[in-house]
């Protein structure tokens, strides 16, 4: 068996410049930082193998003393399960090392079992029952859960690292149960702010229901949720999209790759009528979605039927695909236009062009001429903002003669009575 030992040394001086440990078999790419490299290979399953015993015991020993290491990837593979798993159970060394060690902040673990007596779940019960742990970080990549045992360990973990801001659960199969307990933990995370589960297998509505409520919670602090290719259909972009009514922290959703069609378009265009915080729902490359459940979110983002429902309409969101050029014209106009910094200029530009025809003071006539004044000055105040060209300045000139012409014919009797009051 081949060893790093320049790392191990590294790691059992304490070197400052350690800060990144990767446990693997050594077959895969070069990442910055000390990598101790062929740790599991597999032509060394038998107990009496003292030198790896001993190696990977100084190995926890050192993980344990360390107060400059902040990261820590441990990879496994399936083939080599029966392997990871022997050499954990009869390193308690290496384990304890990991419960002792207070300075790793970002855990990984790649092509891990998670099932009872499993590598993964050796690793995340020595985590769960660690002194001060401090993880900010934790991700998981082709990982199994298994029948049973899998959320067991899992959600007690994230329960205790109250501190965690990153959470990725990518490409396991984790199976509904699963799911819904690991979802139900992530309410109790009050600095959770970017999670994904993206590639994770996620069949039936259950697992989203349970995102729902976590998104609908009012402690929660999710600013990005991944969800690409994980079998979202309509039914699931339905649920997902209600909830965004109520949440308005979350800034980024990732939809990309899924069975998403018009109906689940339809009613995200529906829930950007009620959200003000999200500016990114990635949507693409999801087949089902043709023109027209595009044109229903271009009309969530500028709705004409109305200068009040102009100025009610979404002026937040900014992106809905990595690749625009498919999108119709208008959805990437009003985008672009949601983009702009100043955003009390937002709904003013969308008025003004959506309504440069005709702007219709029917909608104010309610509260009487009192209101005329302020339309004017409105209109005064969009001239200004929008920096307007020479012929735009024309048009804002006219729409005022229009808009107080519209207030004379239709209430006629108002204004004889107001000017003979002040004469």
């Given at each position: 068996?081949?060893?790093?030992?320049t790392a191990?040394h590294?790691?059992?001086?304490?070197?400052?410049?350690?800060?990144?440990?990767?446990?693997?078999?050594?077959?895969?790419?070069?990442?910055?930082?000390?990598?101790?490299?062929?740790?599991?290979p597999?032509?060394?399953?038998?107990?009496?193998?003292?030198?790896?015993?001993?190696?990977?015991?100084?190995?926890?020993t050192?993980?344990?003393?360390?107060?400059?290491?902040t990261?820590?990837?441990?990879?496994?593979?399936?083939?080599?399960?029966d392997?990871?798993?022997?050499?954990?159970?009869?390193?308690?060394?290496?384990?304890?090392?990991?419960?002792?060690?207070?300075?790793?902040?970002?855990?990984?673990?790649?092509?891990?079992?998670?099932?009872?007596?499993?590598?993964?779940?050796?690793?995340?019960?020595?985590v769960?029952e660690?002194?001060?742990?401090?993880?900010?970080?934790?991700?998981?990549h082709?990982?199994r859960?298994?029948?049973?045992?899998?959320?067991?360990?899992?959600?007690?973990?994230?329960?205790?690292?109250?501190?965690?801001?990153d959470?990725s659960?990518?490409?396991?199969?984790?199976?509904?149960?699963?799911?819904?307990?690991?979802?139900t933990?992530?309410g109790?995370l009050?600095?959770?702010?970017?999670?994904?589960?993206?590639?994770?297998n996620m069949?039936?509505?259950?697992?989203f229901?349970?995102?729902?409520?976590?998104?609908?919670?009012?402690?929660?602090?999710?600013?990005?949720?991944?969800?690409?290719?994980?079998?979202?259909?309509?039914?699931?972009?339905?649920?997902?999209?209600?909830?965004?009514?109520d949440?308005?922290?979350?800034?980024?959703?990732?939809l990309?790759?899924?069975?998403?069609?018009?109906?689940?378009?339809?009613?995200?265009?529906?829930?950007l009528g009620?959200n003000?915080?999200?500016?990114?729902?990635?949507?693409g490359?999801?087949?089902?979605?043709?023109?027209?459940g595009?044109?229903?979110?271009?009309?969530?983002?500028?709705?004409?039927?109305?200068?009040?429902?102009?100025?009610?309409?979404?002026?937040?969101?900014?992106?809905?695909?990595?690749?625009?050029?498919?999108?119709?014209?208008?959805?990437?106009?009003?985008?672009a236009?949601?983009?702009?910094?100043?955003?009390?200029?937002?709904?003013?530009?969308?008025?003004?062009?959506?309504?440069?025809d005709?702007?219709?003071?029917?909608?104010?006539?309610?509260?009487?001429?009192k209101i005329?004044?302020?339309?004017?000055?409105w209109?005064?105040?969009?001239?200004?903002?929008?920096?307007?060209?020479?012929?735009?300045?024309?048009?804002?000139?006219?729409?005022?003669?229009?808009?107080?012409?519209?207030?004379?014919r239709?209430?006629?009797?108002?204004?004889?009575?107001?000017?003979?009051?002040?004469?």
């Amino acid at each position: 068996m081949r060893w790093d030992e320049t790392a191990l040394h590294a790691i059992e001086a304490d070197d400052p410049t350690l800060t990144e440990l990767r446990i693997s078999r050594g077959f895969d790419f070069p990442v910055p930082g000390y990598e101790v490299g062929n740790y599991f290979p597999t032509d060394c399953d038998d107990d009496d193998d003292d030198d790896a015993n001993n190696n990977f015991a100084r190995l926890g020993t050192a993980i344990g003393n360390s107060t400059h290491l902040t990261t820590m990837d441990f990879r496994g593979h399936f083939r080599n399960e029966d392997v990871l798993s022997d050499l954990l159970a009869r390193n308690e060394d290496f384990l304890e090392g990991i419960k002792r060690n207070t300075s790793i902040v970002d855990l990984k673990l790649d092509w891990c079992h998670l099932s009872e007596s499993a590598s993964g779940h050796a690793i995340l019960k020595a985590v769960r029952e660690s002194n001060g742990y401090q993880l900010t970080k934790f991700s998981m990549h082709q990982c199994r859960f298994g029948d049973e045992g899998g959320h067991d360990v899992l959600t007690p973990v994230l329960a205790r690292c109250s501190n965690l801001e990153d959470v990725s659960i990518n490409s396991c199969t984790i199976g509904n149960d699963n799911l819904q307990n690991i979802i139900t933990a992530f309410g109790g995370l009050p600095h959770l702010e970017r999670l994904s589960f993206g590639g994770s297998n996620m069949n039936g509505t259950a697992g989203f229901q349970a995102l729902a409520g976590l998104l609908r919670d009012p402690n929660c602090n999710l600013h990005t949720l991944c969800l690409v290719n994980t079998g979202i259909d309509d039914a699931s972009a339905t649920i997902l999209a209600d909830a965004l009514s109520d949440n308005h922290q979350l800034k980024t959703l990732n939809l990309n790759a899924n069975n998403i069609g018009n109906g689940g378009a339809a009613a995200f265009a529906m829930a950007l009528g009620n959200n003000s915080s999200l500016k990114e729902l990635f949507l693409g490359v999801n087949r089902g979605i043709t023109n027209s459940g595009w044109v229903d979110i271009a009309v969530a983002l500028c709705d004409p039927s109305s200068i009040n429902a102009t100025y009610s309409s979404n002026h937040t969101l900014q992106r809905v695909a990595n690749d625009a050029s498919d999108l119709p014209t208008c959805l990437n106009t009003y985008l672009a236009t949601n983009s702009h910094n100043v955003k009390r200029q937002i709904p003013m530009q969308k008025i003004v062009v959506q309504h440069q025809d005709h702007l219709d003071m029917e909608p104010t006539f309610e509260w009487g001429l009192k209101i005329l004044p302020l339309v004017v000055a409105w209109l005064d105040r969009v001239q200004v903002v929008l920096d307007l060209t020479e012929d735009g300045v024309k048009l804002m000139s006219l729409h005022k003669l229009n808009a107080i012409n519209q207030f004379i014919r239709a209430m006629p009797a108002d204004l004889e009575r107001d000017v003979i009051c002040e004469s």
